[in-house]
């Protein structure tokens, strides 16, 4: 009988890999047939899993039930394992970020589209239960015009591991975490024009590559996004906070606590607040009886639904849930990103209409 499930092939079985094969455990459409790591300690690890382990690449690609790889290495590897595997035949997940540039990005898809193999990239963080609930809440339009939002992820032990404290391995927080982030906002505001970047990076722990970015995008429509990752904050601001014409919203930390405040009537009389330097009617916290707090929006999302579309594009012809022309607007986001702090300044990014 034909084999339904997908055969997948990790290679790299690393932080990362390990977390796929956990996931992967929980999705009846796919067989993990093996993994390959390149460090021998790592195959142990596998197989001391109950994993099959292959002994070289070479032979993890030769698998005729592996019809996927999946790509969980350090960034600059990804390309040329990529590059193998579709040539070998196989389709190919890679790792965010995908590959290190735009020019590598390209290379890749002319590859895809010559060996006529699909090729994807793990953004898993489109199924967050924060980014889906600022997601609902931008769509069921619940604050009016929303004319900033800020995202944030803040930590307080700079880079962590080896390779992401250097260049040469594709390190830096632009491409570990920026990645995410920024591929999320896009997501979020959707065909909106994105039209100008202005960022700056940040090097406090590491110099070698940004240990942080704040990137400001202007989006038509004058929507501003405050783009922020840190790696030396001892004191963390909130993952997001989305402001509205009539209502702001937050969600503090990846507990999902958090808020949304709405004005219920219009406020006549303000009580101004003192302060040490006088009176202030504007800076005044707002009089209860004007507000409404509510609840987040309920949601729910499950990480191995990436699997479950990667499944379903080669089994029944559905649409990828990660588009590739999405990875390249992201990678060229960052590029701008790396830009635009080089020069000091704010750079254009997608034509504004005329
Ligand atoms: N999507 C996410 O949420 C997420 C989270 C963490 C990491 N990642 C990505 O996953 C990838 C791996 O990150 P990690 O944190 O697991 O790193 P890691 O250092 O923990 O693991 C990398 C593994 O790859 C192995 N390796 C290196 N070169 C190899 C090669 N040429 N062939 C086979 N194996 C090789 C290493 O021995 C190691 O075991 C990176 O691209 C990273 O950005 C994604």
Redesign the pocket.
């Known amino acids: 009988m034909e084999e339904k499930r997908v055969g997948y092939c990790l290679?790299?079985?690393?932080?990362?890999?390990k977390w796929h094969t956990e996931i992967l455990a929980g999705v009846p459409q796919i067989r993990l047939a093996g993994i390959?790591?390149?460090?021998k300690e790592?195959r142990k690890k596998a197989e001391e899993a109950g994993f099959r382990v292959y002994g070289s690449?070479e032979e993890a690609l030769a698998d005729d039930s592996v019809e996927v790889v999946l790509v969980?290495?350090?960034?600059d590897?990804?390309m040329p394992?990529a590059l193998r595997a579709m040539k070998a035949g196989k389709h190919v997940i890679l790792?965010?970020p995908a590959v290190l540039s735009s020019r590598e990005l390209k290379e890749l898809e002319r590859i895809a589209r010559e060996t006529g193999k699909f090729l994807t990239v793990?953004q898993?963080?489109r199924w967050d239960e924060d980014f889906l609930m600022i997601h609902k809440l931008l769509e069921e339009q619940d604050l009016g015009r929303v004319f900033r939002i800020e995202s944030r992820v803040h930590g307080s032990r700079g880079i962590p591991?080896d390779?992401r404290k250097e260049k040469a391995h594709g390190g830096g927080m632009v491409l570990?975490w920026g990645v995410h982030l920024l591929d999320q906002i896009l997501c979020l505001t959707g065909e909106r024009r994105l039209e100008t970047v202005y960022a700056s990076l940040t090097n406090i722990t590491n110099q070698e590559v940004d240990d942080g970015f704040t990137a400001v995008l202007r989006f038509e429509g004058g929507l501003e996004v405050l783009v922020e990752v840190a790696t030396n904050n001892f004191i963390s601001l909130p993952r997001w906070y989305v402001l509205g014409e009539n209502g702001t919203a937050v969600i503090e930390d990846w507990d999902l606590s958090g808020r949304i405040v709405k004005v219920s009537e219009d406020e006549k009389d303000v009580v101004p607040v003192r302060t040490a330097a006088g009176l202030t009617k504007t800076m005044a916290p707002r009089r209860e009886d004007t507000i409404r707090e509510e609840e987040l929006p309920q949601v729910s999302g499950d990480i191995a639904d990436f699997h479950r579309n990667v499944a379903a594009v080669l089994r029944e012809g559905v649409e990828p849930a990660v588009k590739l022309s999405e990875v390249r607007r992201v990678m060229r986001l960052m590029e701008t990103i790396f830009r635009s702090a080089k020069q000091d300044q704010v750079l254009e990014f997608e034509n504004r209409r005329v």
Not at 11 to 17: A, C, N, Q, R
């Open positions: 290679i790299g079985f690393g932080g990362m890999g390959y790591d390149i460090e790592k690449e969980a290495t350090p960034n590897s990804h394992i790792e965010k793990h898993n963080r591991g390779w570990d």
